[in-house]
Structures are given as structure tokens and as C-alpha cells.
């Protein structure tokens, strides 16, 4: 393992800034539902979103297990499609594991017994080509095939790679039963059967830690969680693992390990992990406050690695109640972080595992965190379990209630009320003008009666400027800028319930000759531009791992 400190200079000039567009809350609620299916059926089991796709397993259903595809069509969450696989065995349970990101769903089976039982395989889908019944594009298996390694326990997708967890796998080189694995596989050359590119390792491999029952992945960061990992003589504290991919190769071992700073006996940390472009978030579903398993999570500084870390945020919930199983289930999007309590006794604190979610902002991280919001499905009943799923995408929040109905199971979407949007995009600037693109990612509970953009040489100074166009996403011109001048813009849309925002972006218009002597352009270009990449280097020296 090596670490290499490297100055990352932006020449784009392009920043994001804190302001994201859930805005505190998620107030609309969206029930999903299968086409088929019935008592024990598990749908919510596994959920995903990304962008306006979301998927849902259901792996009771069926001859096999399903997985349902959701779209997003500006007005409700429209069933799309089923997935299902095109070979089935008797013990299959696909659909137990889901993950998606733009044009590809995976979906899991870690109990498909060919050749042995319990071997595990994922099938990998393209949303491109959906129709009512979809098979799978491609299998994917691991290379050395191990017997009962329940391959596709986990599972993460990015554009470039999908990443699947092998939490009972034997390390039989090193002689060590159920340590656990991870695999990578590249996305850029797909074929009908496939194996890994790589073989991840946990640094310090322990029989039955279950490294991988928990992955995630991101930007060029792998996160996976080894939930009974000993730490310190504590026996099933847990552990996860960070790898970068920087630098692929056949075996990787981990550049960092993450352990919390109170780790302790049967904490399971590393239930759940998730992972963005600055954080990495882990539960620790049986975490102790003053003595009692309430659960906890804890998020990591990506900005501030070293070989091990301990967090640099501790997330509780306000009214965390004793086995409440906080951290069962994180999830990462911009500045919020999601958390599931499958434990949450439900709004009269009388309901057997009716469940919860979290939300909490982190625009503004302090070292002891509380949510902003809770999310809780009414009417609750006990045996819910809602919340033993989540994941979250641009301005959507997805959570699973596998046990409701008698575990025939149900998925829920939580938006603004208000409308939100999608990250506005730079696509064009110059010394005067700018061209920026504004996406609506909903208009909200009712119509969209004015949309547009606001920008100005300030975070807080704003002049706002109307479209007139019937899309949800549209480019403006903005003009009469003044060069070499740092401006602030973000998209806004009203409708009845209020004004939504996007997140605030920023650029620079360039630098003409013509400006007059005093003025930041009277700096010779080649000067003011190498001070310009030499202070922001300084503010972005950034410390990351190199496997």
C-alpha cells in the first residue's frame, strides 16, 4: 500500500457548491408496487435509483426471484419493465441484491448453485433496451468459482465498473474459511459471460468477517464492509475496507481501513456502506449509545485519508429506541446522507419493527449529527421493516419495506413537494456570455408555473431571469458579463407549493486584453493564470491512496 499526495488544479474554473435540492425534506410520496406477487414475495428487499430509473428486488416472486424497473415520467413512477433471468435453479433468489447507475441495472442471485450450491451469480441488464419481459445482456461470475461463496451478496454499479460482494468466500491460498471477497468487472468490454477483472482482499483477511456483505462504489474509490471483522479482541466490531482504482490490478489489497473511533463488541460495522465523490458512509446497525444497541453510522472524510482512519462524523437518530437497528441500510447523494432503522417502533412507539429512514444534512458537518428529517410509512404496522433498503439519487430517496403485508413487501419514493432539479451544467463560456444548462428533475406535487435561472458575481446577490419554454430542461445564454469576473447560478421553478432551487454552481468568463489598466485582466494572462492554478491548487491538495 502507498499513498501519493497530488495538487489537483481545476483549469475549468467549475465549483459545486453546498446547496442541494432536497431542501431539508421529502415531502411526496410515491408507493411502488409489482405487477405480481404475493405473501413472502420480499418485494423492497433490495432497492436502487439513479437519475429517473429506479429498481426494485422481489426475489420471492416468480419461479426464480424478479426485479422490477420503475421510470420516472415527470408526473408518477411508471412500471417499465420486469427482469428476469434467462436460467433458473432451485434455490435461486434473484433479486435478493440490486444496484443501477445510467444505461445498466445488476441484479444478484448469491444462492444460483450451478456448478455448486451457493456459488452465486449477478446478471447485468440494459435499460436501453427494455421491454415488458427483459433477460439479461451479459452473467457475470467470478473466475475461481468458489463453492457456496454466495457471489452477489452486494452489489454497487458506476458507468465504468460493477463491483459484487462474495461475503462467505474461502481465501483457500491463505487457508482461511468464509473470509469473504469482492469482485471488479469492467463495464467497457461487455460479453455474454464474463469474469472479473479483479479480486479485492480485505488487508488483514479473518475467518467468517464477511468481507463484501456490504459494497459501493464511486468516481475511482471501492468501500466494502466486513461486518464481524474482530478489531481490537472485539469479536464482530467490523471493518471496511477502501480500495482506489487508480491503479487495477488481477489481486488488490485495500489503501485504507476504516474503523470507527467507540468500535466495539458486535457493533457490525459495515452492515451497510455507501460512498460519493467526498464521503464515505458505514453502519454499524447494532452500534451502542450509553450502553444500549440503538445503531449508529459514521461518515468519513474522503479529503482527509490515511492508512486507518477513524470517522469524522457520528450520525445518531433523536429518538433511537433499543435494538432500533440504525445503519442497516446508507445511502450517499450530494450533501444528505440516508439511513435505515428497520428497529423504529413507529409513530405511537408501540410497533414491533415497524421502521424508519433518516435524513441528514451535510452541508454542515459537525462531529455529533442528527437527523433533519425522518421518513416513517403511514399507516405503519409492525413487521414493516421499512427502511431495510435505501438509496438516493439527485433529488429521490427510495426505501423499502419488505415485510409489509405480510411480507409481500413495498418500495416508497420520497421528492420535494416543490420542484427539483438535477446538477445545472456549464456547457459554454466566454469573456461577456456563458451558456449553462438547467434540468427539472420533477415539477413537484402540481404544475410548473415559471422556471429559470438566477446567477450573479455573489453566492447571495441574484438576478433572476425567466425561460419561457414548455421543457423541463433548457439551456440558457446569459450576456453583458463582465470578463474575468467569477459568477453564481443555479435554475429555480415555481408551482403552487413554492420555489424550488437547484444546487449553486459557478464559472469564470475569460480574460480580454481590452480590460482597463487596475483591473484583474491588466495582470498579464499568462501570470494572473498560473497565480489563478497555483493558489487553487494550494486549496485543493487533496491526499488520496494508489493501491
Not at 512 to 527: D, R
Request: net charge negative; aromatic share 10%; charged share 15%.
Amino acid at each position: 500500500m502507498k499513498y501519493n499526495v497530488r495538487v489537483i488544479m481545476l483549469i475549468c474554473f467549475l465549483v459545486a457548491f453546498p446547496h442541494f435540492c432536497i431542501a431539508g425534506s421529502l415531502d411526496w410520496k410515491h408507493t411502488l408496487t409489482p405487477t405480481t406477487g404475493g405473501t413472502y414475495d420480499y418485494f423492497g428487499y433490495s432497492v436502487a435509483i439513479s437519475d429517473k430509473y429506479a429498481i426494485v428486488g422481489h426475489h420471492g416472486a416468480g419461479t426464480a426471484g424478479l426485479a422490477h424497473v420503475f421510470v420516472w415520467n415527470g408526473v408518477s413512477w411508471e412500471h417499465k419493465a420486469t427482469l428476469e433471468p434467462s436460467d433458473t435453479t432451485s434455490s435461486a433468489q434473484f433479486g435478493r441484491a440490486v444496484a443501477i447507475s445510467g444505461k445498466y441495472a445488476v441484479v444478484g442471485d448469491p444462492y444460483y448453485s450451478d456448478p455448486v450450491a451457493g456459488a452465486g451469480i449477478v446478471y447485468l441488464f440494459d435499460l436501453s433496451n427494455l421491454s415488458a419481459t427483459t433477460h439479461e445482456t451479459a452473467k457475470l461470475s467470478p473466475s475461481d468459482a468458489p463453492g457456496g461463496a454466495v457471489f452477489g451478496t452486494s452489489l454497487a454499479v458506476s458507468d465504468k465498473y460493477a463491483v459484487v460482494g462474495a461475503s462467505n468466500a474461502n481465501q483457500t491460498d491463505l487457508g482461511i474459511d468464509e473470509a469473504g471477497a469482492v469482485y471488479l468487472f469492467d463495464l467497457s468490454h461487455i460479453s455474454a459471460e464474463m469474469t472479473q477483472t479483479a479480486k479485492l482482499r480485505a488487508g488483514d483477511p479473518e475467518q467468517s468477517a464477511m468481507f463484501g456483505h456490504s459494497v459501493a462504489v464511486s468516481g475511482s474509490y471501492v468501500l466494502a464492509g466486513a461486518i464481524y471483522e474482530t478489531i481490537n479482541g472485539n469479536a464482530g466490531a467490523g471493518a471496511a475496507y477502501l480500495f482506489s482504482l487508480n491503479d487495477l490490478s488481477a489481486e488488490m489489497l485495500p489503501c485504507a481501513k476504516l474503523v470507527p473511533s467507540d468500535s466495539a463488541i458486535n457493533d457490525n460495522f459495515g452492515r451497510s456502506v455507501a460512498i460519493s465523490d467526498n464521503y464515505a458512509l458505514v453502519g454499524a446497525d447494532r452500534g451502542k449509545i450509553n450502553n444500549i444497541n440503538t445503531g449508529k453510522a459514521y461518515l468519513f472524510d474522503l479529503d482527509s485519508l490515511s492508512e486507518s482512519m477513524a470517522e469524522t462524523a457520528k450520525l445518531t437518530p433523536s429518538d433511537g429506541v433499543p435494538s432500533g437497528y440504525f445503519g442497516h441500510s446508507v445511502a450517499l447523494s450530494e450533501n444528505y446522507a440516508l439511513v435505515g432503522a428497520t428497529g423504529d417502533k413507529g409513530p405511537d412507539g408501540t410497533l414491533s419493527f415497524a421502521g424508519a429512514a433518516y435524513l441528514f444534512d451535510l452541508s454542515n458537518v459537525t462531529t455529533a449529527m442528527t437527523e433533519t428529517d425522518k421518513l416513517a410509512n403511514t399507516p405503519a404496522s409492525s413487521q414493516d421493516y421499512f427502511g431495510y433498503s435505501v438509496a438516493m439519487s439527485n433529488s429521490f430517496a427510495i426505501v423499502g419495506a419488505d415485510g409489509k403485508n405480510t411480507f409481500t413487501g413495498a418500495a416508497y419514493v420520497y421528492m420535494p413537494e416543490t420542484p427539483a432539479f438535477a446538477r445545472p451544467a456549464l456547457s459554454e463560456t466566454g469573456a461577456t456570455s456563458a451558456t449553462v444548462q438547467i434540468t427539472i428533475d420533477s415539477g413537484g406535487t402540481s404544475a410548473v408555473t415559471e422556471q429559470g435561472i438566477c446567477y450573479g458575481t455573489t453566492p447571495e446577490t441574484e438576478i433572476c431571469q425567466a425561460v419561457d419554454s414548455d421543457e423541463h430542461s433548457f439551456s440558457v445564454t446569459l450576456t453583458n458579463l463582465a470578463s474575468g469576473t467569477a459568477y453564481y447560478y443555479r435554475g429555480y421553478a415555481i408551482n403552487t407549493s413554492g420555489t424550488g432551487y437547484s444546487s449553486t454552481r459557478s464559472f469564470n468568463t475569460s480574460i480580454t486584453s481590452g480590460n482597463a489598466p487596475g483591473s484583474p485582466a491588466a495582470v498579464p494572462l499568462s501570470t494572473g493564470l498560473l497565480l489563478v492554478l497555483f493558489f487553487l491548487g494550494l486549496g485543493l491538495l487533496r491526499l488520496r491512496c494508489l493501491s
